[in-house]
């Protein structure tokens, strides 16, 4: 008997071990089969997880962010212990102790599973399990799948530490609101650094990970307060807090950034601006959007922030002064229901939902509002982020006087007498808070509109190409289109200066004579007859003059005698064009170019004609804080000299190409002095040494002015983006010249302007600057002009001709004489005896011309 019991025994016995054997061999072949092809663990050793990256001010300040995947990457020492502890209490207890997977762990949720019924079910997933499928693998829920995990968490704790594994975990978790790693979450929940988060704040971002949208401390707050609590409980039992930090974390309300309880980081931010739309676009352009976006780059900006919100103001102001004169009420086309009026909760929640391009939060002073009632003639609004108080907040009548509502038909309804004719209940509309300039004490609100008429404006280091500020339109927020950088527009008479400076190096001096008078052009489109300005003609007159007062026929003679393929070299080289074609009418100003390209040429005028590339950036470095990219290619000889004397600058070496003679570059600066002291851009008043030249296209549809001290270059622009006339009286001259005159007004203060440098080689020398007559050195009178000249331009070659382009001068010209101005219109008689008035705007000719002003 017992040797049958033996026998027996031993023939299960050796039924389980060959069960055992062939269930072992059966694992082992499996875990061959799925071992085979899997991906390298040496991916985790190179890996760069994509991280945010960050725009800086020229003061060092955060001023944007830009990522696909909202993460901050921080390194495993830098995460404190709290933290780590949280997220290992919550997910991997026997972390540190564990091979790559968990058995015990395994039992433990199997176990508690069923004692619970299924309802408290936890993952048996280790930390190392989840890096391995969130970098190596899918997150398919197949067998073949958590096999291949099994396999390669157990190869990855033999190739990195627990250290560096958990640092893989803690940056790479998705933890929900477009947050990864626990550092972006921390910002995201609670705007506040790792360091800073309470017990309680590490154990919600804990609890994330297993259903982050599920979990959202507003909309589902009960249950992730209980889980937040639960893992408070697991860090408890597993010693990384005390009995009292467990009760009172516990008891603690969930608060958050999306509840209201903290401002979210992006609130402290500045909006989002034209400037640093630019460096996305050009560095996703320059290194890749995948880089730019992933890379975890610092980017140090040139803006000066003060000179962008001046810029910014100055260009508002322009476009809205303009926009009203044309008196037409187009409000923004948002509305809200009348069901959602009656509550105060409500409109407010239904106003902050109308979208910014239709209500725009970017402009400084303005406030979205609707239209809530009215009550005599005025109307009564709510505004947002303004409390309403016991008298409310009103449109009275005086204030809507100005406009003529723009009906859906395209028609204008009559002048407004009361706020019902602009306005109807519902309404979504910008208002601005009207104060006495005295004390800055309220007087009332008043109704804003974006304006139809759009424009751009820049201002530029003329050493440097950094540029210190761009506007790009009148909103960001309402169109993000860039005029600054992408709009291709006429540059009109702000091309001239390149017309005139490849005339000075083709031999012509500042006082040649140039004749002003009619010209015919047959073309295949028609005879083209370009005309002045002012209609008039003025027959021999000195080169300066031409360009202070802007002469188009000059100009096309000018062309003429040097070439238009002379022209379209100088445009090219100062970077104008890419390519510029040879036709006349393109020395007007027809070829479109942008003011990107226009503002960094005129800063080689400013700067004695050496080359600048134009630059957002003055620095960027990758997320190891190695500069990959640095503008400023100077070099300092003096700044480490200990003994450099007091006063006494660095003396910096530049290496940049020379574009043109620096004595052409000084004459050009002297003959545009000339446009803001006596020509069309004499509405110039800066207490500093500035030149410039305005620029307006046929029938107003663009205009311009670009000037500069010896400092800073600013250029303004004013057109409809469908372009269209401006109108009869709108010139650069009257409509971008004050933008630049209130501009410069403040910038000048800190970066101030000297004289212009005088370069080296040249010979002064006096002329009568209506007739060009040499004058002696001891002349004096208003009548005067020094021109500064290089060797072999005093009276000699086509500086003593008089230069007609081959066209001829004609006969029978009303000439312009000394003492003369381009002002008023002017009385002929024609050839049947009548009397006429030739008006100050001209007649533009059959073909578009470009440039007149």
Not at 237 to 261: C, F, H, T, W, Y
Not at 300 to 318: E, F, H, S, Y
Not at 834 to 851: E, M, N, R, Y
Request: proline share 5%; with cysteine; net charge positive.
């Amino acid at each position: 008997m017992v040797r049958f019991v033996l026998s027996s025994i031993g023939g299960v016995f050796s039924w389980v071990v060959t069960g055992l054997v062939f269930a072992a061999l059966t694992v082992g072949a499996i875990f061959w089969i799925y071992s085979r092809d899997l991906p390298s663990t040496d991916q985790l050793a190179q890996y760069r997880p994509k991280t945010i990256s960050r725009i800086y001010n020229g003061n060092g300040r955060l001023i944007d962010e830009f990522a696909e995947q909202r993460r901050l990457f921080v390194p495993s020492q830098d995460i404190p212990d709290l933290v780590k502890g949280a997220f290992i209490s919550a997910e991997d207890k026997n972390f540190y102790h564990h091979p790559g997977f968990d058995p015990r762990g395994i039992a433990s949720a199997m176990i508690t599973a069923v004692k619970t019924g299924g309802r408290d079910v936890r993952g048996a997933s280790t930390i190392t399990q989840q890096v391995t499928k969130n970098l190596l693998l899918s997150s398919d829920r197949k067998i073949e799948r958590k096999i291949k995990e099994l396999i390669l968490s157990s190869r990855i704790e033999n190739v990195l530490s627990k250290d560096r594994i958990l640092e893989l975990y803690l940056n790479e978790i998705y933890l929900g609101q477009n947050s990864y790693g626990v550092a972006a979450a921390a910002q995201t929940y609670f705007d506040k650094t790792l360091s800073e988060l309470t017990p309680g704040e590490a154990a919600y971002l804990a609890a994330l990970p297993k259903a982050p949208a599920a979990l959202h401390p507003v909309r589902n707050m009960e249950k992730a307060r209980l889980r937040r609590n639960y893992v408070l409980r697991r860090m408890f039992e597993d010693g990384r807090i005390d009995k009292a930090m467990l009760d009172k974390e516990q008891a603690s309300p969930l608060k958050s950034v999306q509840n209201g309880d903290y401002p979210p980081f992006r609130e402290q931010l500045p909006p989002r601006d034209y400037f640093t739309d630019e460096i996305r676009r050009q560095l996703s352009k320059s290194f890749g959007r995948e880089e730019f976006f992933g890379g975890g780059l610092t980017i140090r900006a040139t803006v000066n922030p003060d000179l962008q919100a001046l810029a910014g103001k100055a260009l508002q102001r322009a476009l809205e002064r303009y926009d009203r004169g044309r008196g037409v009420w187009r409000g923004t086309g948002a509305k809200i229901a009348q069901d959602k009026l009656g509550d105060e909760a409500t409109w407010r929640a239904a106003l902050a939902d109308v979208p910014t391009n239709k209500a725009p939060r970017d402009v400084v002073g303005w406030h979205p509002a609707v239209v809530l009632g009215f009550e005599g003639n005025s109307a009564r609004i709510g505004i947002e982020g303004i409390k309403d108080d016991a008298n409310g907040h009103w449109i009275p009548p005086e204030d809507v006087t100005w406009a003529r509502k723009l009906n859906a038909d395209g028609k204008l309804g009559p002048r407004a007498k009361k706020a019902q004719d602009l306005l109807e209940t519902g309404d979504v509309v910008e208002v601005r808070a009207m104060t006495k300039d005295s004390d800055g004490s309220f007087i009332r609100w008043t109704l804003r509109q974006v304006p139809k008429v759009e424009g751009a404006f820049m201002a530029m280091d003329v050493n440097t190409g950094r540029v210190l500020a761009m506007q790009g339109g009148f909103s960001y927020q309402s169109s993000v289109f860039n005029r600054a950088t992408q709009a291709e527009r006429q540059p009109g008479s702000n091309f001239k200066p390149f017309v005139y400076a490849a005339a000075l190096d083709s031999g012509f001096s500042p006082e040649t004579i140039v004749v002003d008078a009619p010209i015919e052009v047959n073309t295949p489109q028609g005879m083209w007859r370009p005309k002045n300005a002012s209609n008039r003609y003025y027959g021999p007159t000195p080169m300066r003059t031409g360009l202070e007062h802007s002469r188009n026929l000059m100009t096309i003679r000018i062309a003429q005698e040097i070439g238009m393929d002379t022209i379209a070299a100088y445009a090219e080289k100062f970077g104008v064009y890419d390519d510029m074609r040879e036709f006349l009418a393109n020395a007007l100003g027809a070829q479109e170019t942008t003011m990107f390209r226009l503002i960094s040429a005129y800063a080689m005028f400013a700067n004695g004609g050496e080359r600048v590339e134009p630059t957002l950036v003055d620095r960027v470095q990758d997320r190891y804080g190695r500069t990959i990219y640095r503008h400023d290619t100077r070099t300092c000889d003096t700044c480490n000299d200990p003994n450099l004397p007091e006063g006494r600058g660095p003396h910096i070496t530049s290496h940049r190409e020379q574009i043109i003679d620096p004595i052409t570059a000084y004459q050009m600066i002297s003959l545009m002095q000339g446009v803001v002291k006596r020509g069309s851009g004499k509405g110039v008043n800066l207490n500093v040494p500035v030149a410039g030249k305005t620029g307006t296209t046929n029938d107003a549809k663009d205009v311009w002015f670009t000037g500069f001290t010896s400092n800073i270059v600013a250029s303004c622009y004013m057109g409809y983006d469908n372009p269209r006339s401006l109108g009869k009286h709108a010139y650069g001259g009257t409509l971008c010249v004050p933008v630049f005159n209130e501009f410069m007004k403040e910038a000048v203060k800190d970066f101030g302007g000297t004289n212009f440098k005088v370069p080296p080689g040249g010979t002064w020398v006096k002329f009568n600057r209506y007739t060009g007559e040499r004058l002696s050195d001891s002349a004096t009178g208003e009548f005067v002009q020094a021109e500064y000249l290089r060797p072999g331009q005093d009276m000699s070659g086509l500086g003593a001709l008089v230069v007609d382009g081959g066209f001829g001068m004609g006969v029978n010209l009303p000439l312009f004489s000394q003492g003369q101005s381009d002002e008023g219109g002017q009385t002929i008689t024609t050839s049947t005896g009548k009397t006429k008035v030739i008006p100050k705007k001209a007649d533009f000719g059959t073909l578009s011309a470009g440039g007149l002003y």
